[in-house]
């Protein structure tokens, strides 16, 4: 309302929006001196102000009747000053704007180093497993346990494969632990697949049959390798299983959700795996022992081929009923050397699979520590075959003892030395390699 010809505010309500306050903040600054009237013989509350000396309190001036008489003279209505905050005021909201900065530096400072040390002290992802009782644990490369798995029964021993199967950069764990020990002796390996925080994606136990003539080859099926395809991004995991008393051997192929997938069935066990990539393609290379030859072999299989089976010769024992009619890009047999027959060793076989960029080597077990190699191309072709150094040893003290007569100068593996290999249109053909390292 309008009094004498100045504008009145009758309550403490019209004060507080006058100056865009709340009634208490209002009676609070009344204490510290803000220009409010009582009036007489009124009741406690009752109050009245004048916008002009509200605002000259608030610009801090220090004699508002003169401001509120000269208003009065012009006889100009009153217009509202922008809120100002008087010095005390603003000294006040600096103070808090200044610690509330400090400990919001704080408090992203503690949250950072905090961080740091979890990061140092995190397990990182796993590079290596052992196995304890009943649980698998995954070591970072620090040697700190990266996680933890229980299972129900006591392990004897586990097959392990790395790899990022899924393309999130972090390392899967696939794990094919053996069957419970002493009990259950029907079940078969049974592979596990772990991602990097040790959580379960999926698991599969092998419950193939496969006949021959009235035979029939029924679980248990035991693990004799695994490895990841393709080599630069795994997306398959293959896994050989073995029958665990006769001679079949097959090649799984399993998907990223555990789908699996007979790739490849063998006249013998398959016991060591690896992959290779060329300009051809993604393949999984399969060594063990064929049976019908009583020798070691290695199948190179393309990674999207069909189903095949090893090649066999007519009228052979070693041979599945309804096998697939495709045999692998390429079949090899590494003969029995000397030496495998002078010291009476039944059979030789495939120990290892060593993969570089341009070629492969395969290395068979022949008697007491002594080796064949035998690379091949990034094609798959033979280009050299030679013997370990402990080979020649062991040849030069048979000679010595009788058991061999001939010089190691004079050795048929040495200076001709072949394998064989399965021609589609051939048949079994002899292989000779493009050269021959001399021996020691």
């Known amino acids: 309302m309008r009094v004498d010809g100045r504008e009145r505010l009758d309550s403490w309500k019209e004060i507080a929006d006058y100056l865009h306050r709340e009634v208490r903040t209002a009676i609070r600054w009344e204490k510290k001196g803000l220009p409010v009237h009582r009036v007489p013989g ?18 801090g001036q220090e004699n508002p009747g003169d401001a509120a008489a000269q208003n009065s003279s012009q006889a100009t209505p009153a217009v509202h000053a922008p809120l100002i905050v008087s010095p005390p005021l603003r000294k006040s909201f600096n103070s808090y704007r200044f610690w509330y900065i400090l400990g919001s530096s704080l408090i992203v400072l503690f949250a950072v180093i905090a961080f740091a040390l979890y990061r140092q002290t995190r397990p990182g992802p796993p590079e290596r497993v052992t196995f304890s009782g009943h649980s698998i644990q995954a070591w970072d490369g620090e040697g700190r346990l990266s996680w933890e798995y229980q299972l129900t029964y006591m392990l004897a021993y586990v097959t392990v494969s790395f790899g990022d199967r899924d393309g999130d950069g972090r390392n899967d764990l696939v794990v094919v632990v053996p069957a419970p020990v002493g009990q259950d002796t029907d079940k078969s390996n049974e592979v596990f697949c772990f991602d990097g925080q040790g959580r379960v994606l999926w698991r599969y136990a092998p419950n193939l049959t496969f006949s021959s003539g ?8 035991i693990c004799g390798s695994v490895t990841l395809a393709p080599r630069s991004k795994p997306k398959y995991v293959w896994v050989a299983f073995n029958q665990a008393l006769w001679w079949p051997g097959c090649l799984v192929r399993l998907d990223l959700e555990g789908r699996a997938s007979v790739r490849f069935t063998n006249a013998g066990w398959i016991t060591i795996l690896n992959s290779f990539e060329n300009a051809a393609g993604s393949w999984v290379l399969a060594s063990g022992i064929n049976n019908e030859h009583d020798q070691a072999m290695l199948a190179v299989i393309k990674e999207d081929a069909p189903e095949s089976y090893s090649p066999h010769l007519e009228g052979s024992s070693y041979v599945l009923d309804n096998h697939p009619p495709q045999v692998p890009h390429r079949y090899f047999l590494f003969p029995r050397s000397e030496l495998n027959r002078a010291t009476g060793f039944p059979v030789n076989n495939a120990g290892l ?15 007491d520590n002594s080796q064949g190699i035998y690379l091949l191309s990034s094609a798959f072709d033979l280009e050299a075959i030679t013997r370990t150094d402990t080979y020649w040893d062991l040849h030069r003290r048979l000679e010595k003892e009788g058991l061999i007569k001939h010089r190691v100068e004079e050795c ?29």
Do not use: C, M
């Open 353 to 367: 699979i060593i993969v570089r960029t341009d070629e492969v080597e395969v290395r068979t077990n022949e008697a």
């Open 214 to 221: 009235s035979r029939r080859f029924d679980p248990p099926w």
């Open 42 to 59: 009124g009741k406690r509350h009752a109050v009245f102000a004048y916008p002009d000396e509200l605002d000259a309190w608030i610009r």
């Open 412 to 440: 048929p593996e040495r200076t001709a030395p072949a394998i064989q290999g399965w021609d589609a249109e051939k048949g079994w053909t002899v292989i000779r390699p493009n050269s021959f390292p001399a021996s020691k």
